[in-house]
Structure formats: C-alpha cells, structure tokens
T-cell receptor
Framework: DAKTTQPNSMESNEEEPVHLPCNHS???????IHWYRQLPSQGPEYVIH???SNVNNRMASLAIAEDRKSSTLILHRATLRDAAVYYC?????????????FGTGTRLKVLA | EPEVTQTPSHQVTQMGQEVILRCVPI?????FYWYRQILGQKVEFLVS????????KSEIFDDQFSVERPDGSNFTLKIRSTKLEDSAMYFC?????????????FGQGTRLTVV
C-alpha cells in the first residue's frame, strides 16, 4: 500500500506559490521520492523526483527534509492549469519492476 | 516531445464481449505497464511487461486479462469477457529502463464502459 501521507485537498490563489506537503516516515535510504499529477480526465503526468538534495525543473521544485521523512512540492506560481490531483510516491522495491503505488493524493484547487 | 498514445480514447462494450486496448509506448522504451482507475478511486497497478514477457502482475490481473506486444511498436491489453466492474480508465505507461529513480510516462488513457 501507499507509503506516503498527503492532505486530501488544498487551495491556492492564482499566481501565488503553492507548497504541497508529503510525509514518508518509513522511507528507506535508497527510496526516491516521485511526484506525479493527474489533471481532470487525463493520465498521470510526471512532475519531478529526487533522493536527498532539493531538485528543480521547469515544472516545479522539490524540497526534501534533511531526515528525508518528508518532502514538499513547490509550484512557484500556480495557474488555473495546475488544478489537479498531486501524488507523492515511493516506488515499490519489493519486486524488480519498481511499480508505482498510488495513494489518494492531494487535490489542488486554484482560485482565479 | 515523445508521448505514450492510447487508442481508442473511449470504448463501450457489451458485457461478455472481448476488448483490446491499444498503446504505442515511447520509442526506445523497454518497460511497459498497464494501470487502471475506477471512477473516483485510486490508480491501480495491473501488470508490467519486459522482454516479451510479464514481469509482474497484480491480483486484479486474472485469467481474463492478457497483454501482448504484437510488433515493435504496439502494446495491447485484452480483456476476454468483460464484466460490469471492468468499467474504468485504463492507462498504459512506459519507461526506458527500470530502477528506483527512473520515471515512467503515462498515456491519456482509454475509458472503458461495459454495459
């Protein structure tokens, strides 16, 4: 089952930064933290992933706590198009396929 | 930008009929997956496929389901005798290699409605 905990929902104003938290207290030393998002009626979309250091890409930033038991996805300026369900995922390492185990995610609502 | 494409986008079928959902993974990707999402529920893993064989399958992936890579580009999911509870969004995904830090890319999904 999902090894991460996220708030069910969050709201943000358009053009404001958004910080989406994720707890993963049972994370192991080799687990990478992956973030995906799912826009309405679409497939999951890769956002970012990281191991220990903070990561940036064109979509978002990922801040990882020093003890790695939590992380935060940062959208620097939310737009209406960022309204989606955001999933924080640790890959399943019990088999060689490293499949994703999705939780319920955080539903982000962006207010105009 | 390369993407995973799925066809059809929506399929309606009678209960008991066979359906084939099609996917074209990203070129040069070697690992392929099917996931499904029943309306309002979580995205669930069905099966992974590598080197022309199933590498892992979930409890959902029973004898009614099969996967195939019939040629160098397509990856298909077949449901032999559909049931009402098979109604869901089915997502195909692919990745270039496997590993804990490798991202997978998902298609837009096929909405299967069994009536």
């Amino acid at each position: 089952d999902a090894k991460t905990t996220q708030p069910n929902s969050m709201e943000s104003n358009e053009e404001e930064p958004v910080h989406l938290p994720c707890n993963h207290s049972t994370i192991s030393g080799t687990d990478y933290i992956h973030w995906y998002r799912q826009l309405p009626s679409q497939g999951p979309e890769y956002v970012i992933h990281g191991l220990t250091s903070n990561v940036n890409n064109r979509m978002a930033s990922l801040a990882i706590a020093e003890d790695r038991k939590s992380s935060t996805l940062i959208l620097h300026r939310a737009t209406l198009r960022d309204a989606a369900v955001y999933y924080c995922i640790l890959r399943d390492t019990t088999s060689g396929t490293y499949k994703y185990i999705f939780g319920t995610g955080t539903r982000l609502k962006v207010l105009a | 930008e390369p993407e995973v494409t799925q066809t059809p986008s929506h399929q309606v079928t009678q209960m008991g009929q066979e359906v084939i959902l099609r996917c074209v993974p990203i070129s040069n990707h070697l690992y392929f997956y099917w996931y499904r999402q029943i309306l309002g529920q979580k995205v669930e893993f069905l099966v992974s496929f590598y080197n022309n064989e199933i590498s892992e399958k979930s409890e959902i992936f029973d004898d009614q389901f099969s996967v195939e890579r019939p040629d160098g580009s397509n990856f298909t999911l077949k449901i032999r005798s559909t049931k009402l509870e098979d109604s869901a969004m089915y997502f195909c995904a692919s990745s270039a290699r496997t590993g804990i830090k490798v991202e997978a890319f998902f298609g837009q999904g096929t909405r299967l409605t069994v009536v």
